[in-house]
């Protein structure tokens, strides 16, 4: 496996496009566990923006498990509808199966979280039409173009023009 890089990430202005355009979005590796990055990017998109949200977990579906309220599939194809976008939470040398099971059923973007870069995943995505985002957290990218982020990663709850003052 090669460590270069040399698949280009759409651009600040093309992730916000792909947000504003998107209404649903599946998560795919789905815990139920609160620790893990999965159930908090859930959490955020559940409280903070206006997606139908779908969970894709085959295990979990397997024991009728719920999280956060909401049903959990066992695979994309499961799902009663064609997600926007598929996010991707999931081993590296799964992601090319995941695209393809994005393709089969019709999602318009595929997005692979932090530390998730895979570029055959995106040439089979990308040949299929599909958008493509990588290496980046999908409630860190709401959050930073809907005004939820503060330079130091969070919100800070102040509205000022003045320049914080730090000692």
Known sequence: MSTKRT??????????????????????????????????VATYLNSSADYQLF????????????????????????????????????RHEDLPDVVREAIAVGAQTVWMQLGLWNE?????AQQAGLHVVMDRCIKIEHARFHGGLHLAGFNTGVVSSRRQITA
Request: charged share 25%.
């Open 120 to 124: 055959e995943a995106a040439e089979i």
């Open 55 to 90: 969970f894709v977990n085959p295990l979990l579906a397997q024991k009728g498990k719920q999280v956060l309220g909401q049903k959990v599939y066992a695979t994309l194809a499961d799902l009663p509808e064609a997600p926007d976008i598929v996010d991707i939470f999931r």
């Open 7 to 40: 698949w280009e990430a759409p651009s600040a202005v093309q992730r916000l496009g792909i947000l504003r355009r998107s209404h649903s979005v599946a998560i795919v590796g789905m815990s139920d566990k609160v620790s893990r990055s999965s159930y908090f």
